[in-house]
T-cell receptor, first 113, second 111 residues
Framework: DGGITQSPKYLFRKEGQNVTLSCEQN?????MYWYRQDPGQGLRLIYY???????QKGDIAEGYSVSREKKESFPLTVTSAQKNPTAFYLC????????????FGPGTRLTVT | LAKTTQPISMDSYEGQEVNITCSHN???????ITWYQQFPSQGPRFIIQ???TKVTNEVASLFIPADRKSSTLSLPRVSLSDTAVYYC????????????FGSGTQLTVLP
């Protein structure tokens, strides 16, 4: 059963703590993406990776970090430097030749208090 | 990246055809138009993409006039389960290669 998994679905953290969100795909896609969505808003791109061991900043990368050590995995760390980390985080993947057709995971809702 | 403008919300009734229009006045030559659907607390789902004229798949049609400054997503005979947010995006096949999501159109299908 192919797809993208994100875990956990809900995550709670105290302010000042770093937290890592998991994203795994078994679609054999080269490209992976992280987005953030705030209530009533569209998605904003945080980071994306088109190939293993390489990634680029999106529109709102400050306060976030990523790694791409394996094709299947693209974890996102929300650091304590991120001023407003509470949001819905979505991971996606695509084949390199069709980045307009992205497949999204179920999302992780992060609440920082 | 080309900016898109679409209505904030639309209402329709079951069984009707729904047309959602998106404006993208500064679309570039190597840009494509893409539409996604999102249900609450879920990730968006790709619906359709096109470059010009008309594209049709099993769920929707996409109409793009010759000047490409706008596009219309057409959903035939909507049902209650089509209630969702629909995003119009312009994708650049150039160096940016990013999807930029706006606020989308909240479509509500009424019984």
């Amino acid at each position: 059963d192919g797809g993208i998994t994100q875990s956990p679905k809900y995550l709670f953290r105290k302010e000042g703590q770093n937290v890592t969100l998991s994203c795994e795909q078994n679609l054999n896609h080269d490209a992976m993406y992280w987005y953030r969505q705030d209530p009533g808003q569209g998605l904003r791109l945080i980071y994306y990776s088109q190939i293993v061991n390489d990634f680029q900043k999106g529109d709102i990368a400050e306060g976030y970090s990523v790694s791409r050590e394996k094709k299947e995995s693209f974890p996102l760390t929300v650091t304590s430097a991120q001023k407003n980390p509470t949001a819905f985080y979505l991971c996606a993947s695509s084949i390199a030749a069709a980045p307009y057709e992205q497949y999204f995971g179920p999302g992780t809702r992060l609440t920082v208090t | 990246l080309a900016k898109t403008t679409q209505p904030i919300s639309m209402d329709s009734y079951e069984g009707q055809e729904v047309n959602i229009t998106c404006s993208h006045n500064n679309i570039a030559t190597n840009d494509y138009i893409t539409w996604y659907q999102q249900f609450p607390s879920q990730g968006p789902r790709f619906i359709i993409q096109g470059y010009k004229t008309k594209v049709t798949n099993e769920v929707a049609s996409l109409f793009i006039p010759a000047d490409r400054k706008s596009s219309t997503l057409s959903l035939p005979r909507v049902s209650l389960s089509d209630t969702a947010v629909y995003y119009c995006l312009v994708f650049s096949s150039g160096s940016a290669r990013q999807l930029t999501f706006g606020s989308g159109t909240q479509l509500t299908v009424l019984p």
